[in-house]
């Protein structure tokens, strides 16, 4: 399985994460605009309605937070071989 034959199941992958993504969403979204016309809150139907901007904001902590990371098993690996010097 090496080659350009992972590519297209990667991308294959991706997309139909994307599609799922977007119908849970779409989904979600439709169920909190019925719990906020039921609780009748102004400053909660505020913040449900900025949830997709919380995902966002915590995807890209996650994305950072993982390829800076990254580089320091590595770092620290190559240090312990001896191969820093």
């Known amino acids: 399985m090496t080659g350009s034959g992972n590519k297209t199941f990667w991308t294959d992958d991706t997309i139909a994460g994307a599609i799922l993504g977007c119908v849970g969403g779409l989904f979600l979204q439709s169920k909190l605009d019925v ?7 102004p400053v909660l139907a505020t913040s449900l309605k900025l ?7 915590a995807g890209l902590v996650l994305l950072l937070g ?14 312990q071989l001896g191969g820093g010097k």
């Not at 949830?51 to 904001?57: A, H």
């Open 35 to 41: 719990l906020t016309a039921r609780l009748n809150n």
């Open 51 to 57: 949830w997709p901007l919380l995902f966002i904001v």
């Open 66 to 79: 993982r390829s800076s990371g990254r580089n320091s098993p590595r770092q620290t690996t190559f240090g």
